[in-house]
C-alpha cells in the first residue's frame, strides 16, 4: 500500500492553508505547512542577524530545520513571509527543504502538503493536486482582517494599500523565480476562491478528492 498524498499550491492568502488543514483532519492525513519550512529558515537567520541572501549559511540553516516543531505563531509574521521568499529563490535551500518535505509526504498512510511547489515538484505523483486561487483585492482583503483582528501586533503599516502591493510583490518573485516558481501543475484542478466560502471551497475541494480516491 502507498501514502495517498494531496498537493495542494496556490499563492499567498489564497485560502489554501485553512483548507488544506481541513481536508487532512477530514481524511486522517498528516499536514505541513511547507511555508513554515521557508519560514522558519529566514527566521532562524534574522534571529542570528545573518544575511538572507548567502546560500551556505541559508543552507546550514535549513539542515537544522525540525519539521515537528515548526512554530506557527512566530512564523507568521509578516517580515518573515517576505524574507522567507527572498530565501526560497535559492536552489540548495530549495532541494534541503524538498527533501526533508518529501520524507513526510511519503510516510503512510499518506499527507496534504500545501505550499507553491507541491504539485510540480516536491510530490509530482501526488494523487490530488489542486491549486487554490484568489484575485489579489481578495486575498488581500482577507489578510487585512487577520491583522485587524491580531490587532496588528507587529506595528507595521499594514494599511489595505501596504498590504495589496506586498501581495502583489510576493506574487510577482514566488512567480517569476527560476527555481520551482509558483505555477499550476499541469494535471492540476484549479479552484478560485474569489466569490466563495471557506465551506463552499471545501465541498468543492473534496468533491474533486473524492473522484481520485
Ligand atoms: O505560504 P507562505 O506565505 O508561508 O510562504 C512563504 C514564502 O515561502 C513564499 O512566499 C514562497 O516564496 C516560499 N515558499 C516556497 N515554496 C513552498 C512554500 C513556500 O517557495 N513550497
Same mark, same amino acid.
Given at each position: 500500500t502507498e501514502p495517498f498524498i494531496?498537493?495542494? %499550491?496556490? @499563492?499567498a492568502a489564497s485560502g489554501k492553508g485553512t *483548507?488544506?488543514?481541513?481536508?487532512?483532519?477530514?481524511l486522517g492525513l498528516r499536514h505541513l505547512d511547507t511555508g513554515l519550512t521557508y519560514r522558519a529558515v529566514a527566521h532562524a537567520l534574522l534571529s542570528a542577524g545573518e544575511p538572507l541572501d548567502d546560500e551556505a549559511t541559508a543552507v546550514?540553516?535549513?539542515?537544522?530545520?525540525?519539521?515537528?516543531? *515548526?512554530?506557527?505563531?512566530?512564523?507568521? !509574521?509578516?517580515? +518573515?513571509?517576505?524574507?522567507?521568499?527572498?530565501? =526560497?529563490?535559492? /536552489?540548495l535551500v530549495r532541494s534541503t527543504l524538498v527533501e526533508q518535505q518529501r520524507l513526510f509526504a511519503n510516510a503512510l498512510p499518506g499527507a496534504v502538503l500545501d505550499g507553491r511547489d507541491i504539485g510540480t515538484v516536491v510530490c509530482p505523483d501526488a494523487q490530488v493536486k489542486?491549486?487554490?486561487?484568489?484575485? @489579489?483585492?481578495?486575498? =488581500?482583503?482577507?489578510?487585512?482582517?487577520?491583522?485587524q483582528?491580531?490587532?496588528? *501586533? /507587529?506595528?507595521? %503599516?499594514?494599511?489595505?494599500e501596504t498590504i495589496l502591493a506586498d501581495?502583489?510583490?510576493?506574487?510577482?518573485?514566488?512567480?517569476?523565480? =527560476?527555481? /520551482? @516558481?509558483?505555477?499550476? &501543475? !499541469? %494535471?492540476?484542478?484549479?479552484?478560485?476562491?474569489?466569490?466563495?466560502?471557506?465551506? &463552499?471551497?471545501?465541498? =468543492?475541494?473534496? !468533491?474533486? +478528492?473524492? !473522484?481520485?480516491?
Open positions: 494531496i498537493a495542494i %499550491d496556490g @499563492p *483548507l488544506s488543514h481541513r481536508i487532512a483532519q477530514v546550514a540553516a535549513a539542515k537544522r530545520i525540525d519539521l515537528g516543531a *515548526l512554530e506557527k505563531s512566530v512564523l507568521a !509574521q509578516h517580515k +518573515i513571509g517576505e524574507a522567507a521568499s527572498k530565501v =526560497a529563490v535559492m /536552489s489542486l491549486y487554490v486561487i484568489a484575485s @489579489p483585492q481578495v486575498r =488581500a482583503r482577507r489578510r487585512w482582517a487577520e491583522v483582528e491580531r490587532g496588528n *501586533l /507587529s506595528g507595521t %503599516d499594514a494599511s489595505f501581495i502583489e510583490a510576493r506574487d510577482a518573485r514566488d512567480m517569476g523565480r =527560476a527555481d /520551482s @516558481p509558483l505555477k499550476p &501543475a !499541469q %494535471d492540476a484542478t484549479t479552484i478560485d476562491t474569489s466569490d466563495m466560502s471557506i465551506d &463552499a471551497a471545501f465541498e =468543492a475541494a473534496m !468533491q474533486i +478528492i473524492e !473522484q481520485h480516491r
